[in-house]
């Protein structure tokens, strides 16, 4: 069994989910999803962000405009598509059953 | 000596060296190569370009200093090696070493406010932090000292003054933290979840800490303050961050699959099946007795809830209809009008009550709202505002109440005689005056004081009567009528108004059973107090009103529990119902024999019995009629007809 696999399988659908929810509770730019995700332990290195970001966006869960910013350049900020906001919810609710499943499992004396 | 170059990264422009250049440059173009096949890795580039400018700036004391090779990595540890970045496989060995280098970068302890974790301004868990215990602990001790000596809330300000708050920087340390901390878990809540996250501290199902304070509710009463402490106290665990902390371990999928790892051995390591079943079967019915106790607690919750939204709709209802009103409640608002003259005091005041009235109703309904349907809007603002509106109330009540206090600062008393005709026989009586429509009646048992409203005005029964013995021969009642001014002849000229009536005609003087205040007058703290000066010797004759007048004086000796009295030289003695006379058998007490020990009262006449001798007293005239030695007499005394006269 190749558990290096399992993990990554894992952790991707959740990093996913987490992230779709960071952004549908408002317009967010990336750091600020970096901030909440190194905050919650989700992720550990930075990088790992941006090429998920974009491939969410090129599935068209999420998009982005630019927005001018008092301190350096213009930052993204991204908000959810309709699409996206129809996958968050059934990701969230797929995630719910799985906590009970899983503690259910897990918790069983 | 370093060559400089002058770089465009992410839309900010940076001086950097040579071996740093080389390094970011080396970095990019790796990443370049990795995402070469990757859709849209031109935007992936330019966002990570764009965030690692954002930190290298970060780190910058200043925007034009030089960027060197310890900031390029440490930015590229913060990113990831170019492996990492496709998937997130990172191992064990990588994460520990990121944790320690980001705790030896943020490791540094200063007393801060911690605005992420506050009740009020995060001063108790700044100092928590500071000290490394849990915030709870702090804000208790806050409390306790607060309560107790009330010194807690100066000192809560002053730290409030002295300490910073946070910097970003610091936040992002504590918050990688992985300690456990006391929450109240609003995922899983009855009330305030103060139950659920108490169970996920120590690790115990919330139903049994939930059982706990249950019992401690009814049983000995403090839990209910220790909830209502560790609702203020505990914050509640908003933020996922919080939330994991709450828990003690990050949610990260190392965990989970640890514990998917652990079922399988344990599965593996199992009992044989038969233990295993027996197991099960205790596990389903401790299962079920534990969702049924939360099923009934949680039903309690929901009644309670609906319990408090009735009544706060009751209250608003009452509320307007008091207020327009429509109701006969309305009698507060009349009563108010007839005790205060200053339109302006009656309006502060009047705006005062609402003001708190509203204010309560609504946060009970609010309440109750948030207990029935679990709804997570924030309530901070919406209860600072309520209680901003119910502190304004109190306010206008207070200023209110001192200028309506002032205008009845001083009391005033009128006095007048009215003599009556002398008779040796007093027949006092007081009217049957009853309110039409009565709104309301207070009423003491006890002394028969009652106060009572209507449409028509407020009857007051308080009136006052005490008999003394008259050192002339004449026979007059002393009338005291006092109320309430601003100023001493404000206050007589209200005394005067008052409405108290004593009839005397013949032998019967005719109280008022109350003074009556019509609608339109004004409500003074009235009273009247009422002497009747008697010679020696006369009897009086009382009904129930007067007998309440005469118990009103609490000092009194003996209670008037007779209604047939005679004026002795020591003192108004009762010639019916007295234990004291019927125990004492002492002839040189009094002037005639009353060693009464048994009377009867009837419509035509008062039969008293005596062991010595019959006395009928008729129109004011005394007979002594006859001495028996045995069985008990028979006093006959005529009840005095007005009509015959």
């Given at each position: 069994m190749n558990i290096e696999n399992t993990k990554a399988q894992m952790k991707k659908g959740i990093l996913?989910?987490?992230?779709?929810?960071?952004?549908?509770?408002?317009?967010?730019?990336?750091?600020?999803?970096?901030?909440?995700?190194?905050?919650?332990?989700?992720?550990?290195?930075?990088?790992?962000?941006?090429?998920?970001?974009?491939?969410l966006k090129n599935d068209e869960l999420l998009s982005y405009q630019w927005v001018e910013s008092n301190s350096g350049p213009p930052r993204k900020y991204f908000q959810l598509t309709i699409e996206g906001k129809r996958i968050l919810k059934e990701l969230s609710e797929t995630w719910n059953e799985l906590v009970i499943a899983v503690n259910r499992t897990t918790k069983k004396k | 000596m370093n060559k400089v170059f002058n770089i465009n990264l992410g839309g900010i422009v940076f001086t950097i060296d040579d071996v740093a250049f080389e390094k970011l440059n080396n970095y990019i173009n790796k990443l370049k190569t990795h995402f070469a096949n990757t859709q849209g890795a031109k935007d992936i580039i330019m966002d990570i370009e764009a965030r690692m400018a954002e930190l290298i700036s970060g780190k910058l004391p200043n925007p034009s200093a030089i960027v060197n090779e310890t900031i390029i990595s440490e930015i590229i540890i913060v990113m990831g090696d170019v492996n990492e970045l496709d998937d997130e496989d990172t191992s064990e060995r990588k994460q520990t070493t990121e944790q320690k280098t980001s705790n030896e970068f943020h490791n540094t302890n200063k007393l801060r406010r911690d605005?992420?974790?506050?009740?009020?301004?995060?001063?108790?868990?700044?100092?928590?932090?500071?000290?490394e215990i849990d915030p709870t602990l702090v804000r208790v001790i806050f409390l306790i000292v607060f309560f107790i000596f009330g010194s807690g809330g100066l000192l809560y300000i002053i730290l409030w003054v002295v300490m910073k708050p946070m910097e970003e920087s610091d936040q992002l340390s504590l918050n990688s933290q992985?300690?456990?901390?006391?929450?109240?878990?609003?995922?899983?809540?009855?009330?305030?979840?103060?139950?659920?996250?108490?169970?996920?501290?120590?690790?115990?199902?919330?139903?049994?800490?939930?059982?706990?304070?249950?019992?401690?509710?009814?049983?000995?009463?403090?839990?209910?303050?220790?909830?209502?402490?560790?609702?203020?106290?505990?914050?509640?665990?908003?933020?996922?961050?919080?939330?994991?902390?709450?828990?003690?371990?990050?949610?990260?999928?190392?965990?989970?699959?640890?514990?998917?790892?652990?079922?399988?051995?344990?599965?593996?390591?199992?009992?044989?099946?038969?233990?295993?079943?027996?197991?099960?079967?205790?596990?389903?019915?401790?299962?079920?007795?534990?969702?049924?106790?939360?099923?009934?607690?949680?039903?309690?919750?929901?009644?309670?809830?609906?319990?408090?939204?009735?009544?706060?709709?009751?209250?608003?209802?009452?509320?307007?209809?008091?207020?327009?009103?429509?109701?006969k409640g309305a009698f507060i608002k009349e009563f108010l009008?007839?005790?205060?003259?200053?339109?302006?005091?009656?309006?502060?005041?009047?705006?005062?009550?609402?003001?708190?009235?509203?204010?309560?109703?609504?946060?009970?309904?609010?309440?109750?709202?948030r207990l029935l349907f679990n709804l997570k809007f924030k309530k901070r603002p919406i209860y600072s505002i309520l209680s901003l509106i119910s502190f304004t109330g109190f306010a206008l009540l207070i200023y209110g109440g001192i200028k309506y206090g002032n205008s009845v600062k001083t009391k005033s008393t009128f006095t007048q005689n009215i003599s009556v005709e002398k008779h040796d026989t007093l027949y006092l009586i007081s009217t049957k005056k009853e309110l039409d429509n009565e709104n309301i009646s207070i009423v003491t048992d006890d002394?028969?004081?009652?106060?009572?409203?209507?449409?028509?005005?407020?009857?007051?029964?308080?009136?006052?009567?005490?008999?003394?013995k008259s050192f002339s021969d004449s026979v007059f009642i002393e009338v005291?009528?006092?109320?309430?001014?601003?100023?001493?002849?404000?206050?007589?000229?209200?005394?005067?108004?008052?409405?108290?009536?004593?009839?005397?005609?013949?032998?019967?003087?005719?109280?008022?059973?109350?003074?009556?205040?019509?609608?339109?007058?004004?409500?003074?703290?009235?009273?009247?107090?009422?002497?009747?000066?008697?010679?020696?010797?006369?009897?009086?004759?009382?009904?129930?009103?007067?007998?309440?007048?005469?118990?009103?004086?609490?000092?009194?000796?003996?209670?008037?529990?007779?209604?047939?009295?005679?004026?002795?030289?020591?003192?108004?003695?009762?010639?019916?119902?007295?234990?004291?006379?019927?125990?004492?058998?002492d002839d040189?007490?009094?002037?005639?024999?009353?060693?009464?020990?048994?009377?009867?009262?009837?419509?035509?006449?008062?039969?008293?019995?005596?062991?010595?001798?019959?006395?009928?007293?008729?129109?004011?005239?005394?007979?002594?009629?006859?001495?028996?030695?045995?069985?008990?007499?028979?006093?006959?005394?005529?009840?005095?007809?007005?009509?015959?006269?």
């Open positions: 996913e989910y987490c992230i779709l929810s960071i952004i549908s509770r408002g317009e967010v730019y990336a750091s600020d999803i970096i901030e909440e995700l190194k905050n919650s332990k989700m992720i550990v290195v930075e990088g790992t962000l941006y090429p998920l970001l974009t491939r | 605005l992420n974790n506050k009740v009020l301004a995060g001063v108790c868990s700044g100092i928590a932090n500071y000290f992985n300690k456990k901390h006391l929450f109240r878990d609003t995922d899983d809540k009855v009330l305030g979840g103060i139950c659920s996250g108490i169970a996920i501290y120590i690790g115990l199902d919330a139903v049994w800490v939930r059982l706990f304070f249950a019992l401690s509710f009814f049983g000995f009463g403090f839990g209910f303050i220790v909830y209502v402490v560790l609702w203020i106290v505990v914050p509640k665990a908003l933020t996922p961050t919080q939330k994991l902390q709450m828990k003690g371990n990050p949610i990260d999928v190392s965990n989970i699959e640890r514990e998917v790892k652990n079922t399988f051995n344990q599965a593996k390591q199992n009992a044989p099946k038969v233990a295993n079943e027996v197991k099960s079967f205790a596990g389903n019915a401790t299962h079920a007795i534990i969702e049924i106790a939360g099923a009934v607690i949680n039903a309690f919750g929901k009644i309670f809830a609906v319990a408090l939204l009735l009544l706060g709709i009751i209250g608003i209802i009452l509320t307007a209809f008091l207020y327009f009103g429509i109701s009008n007839m005790c205060i003259d200053d339109g302006t005091v009656l309006n502060i005041i009047k705006s005062g009550i609402l003001l708190i009235v509203s204010a309560t109703l609504l946060s009970i309904i609010i309440s109750a709202f002394d028969g004081i009652s106060f009572s409203m209507s449409d028509e005005g407020i009857l007051q029964q308080t009136q006052k009567l005490k008999i003394r005291k009528k006092s109320s309430h001014g601003y100023t001493k002849s404000d206050a007589l000229s209200f005394a005067e108004k008052i409405n108290y009536n004593i009839l005397s005609q013949d032998s019967t003087i005719t109280f008022d059973q109350g003074i009556f205040i019509p609608k339109n007058g004004k409500w003074k703290y009235p009273d009247v107090k009422m002497t009747l000066n008697i010679p020696v010797g006369t009897i009086l004759k009382i009904d129930d009103g007067v007998k309440e007048m005469l118990n009103r004086n609490k000092f009194n000796e003996n209670e008037y529990s007779g209604k047939i009295f005679i004026m002795t030289e020591k003192g108004l003695k009762c010639l019916d119902n007295s234990p004291d006379l019927n125990e004492k058998d040189d007490d009094i002037n005639i024999n009353w060693s009464f020990f048994e009377s009867d009262s009837t419509d035509t006449g008062i039969h008293v019995f005596t062991k010595k001798k019959k006395v009928i007293i008729e129109n004011g005239n005394k007979t002594e009629v006859e001495e028996k030695r045995f069985g008990p007499f028979h006093l006959k005394i005529e009840r005095h007809k007005k009509d015959e006269n």
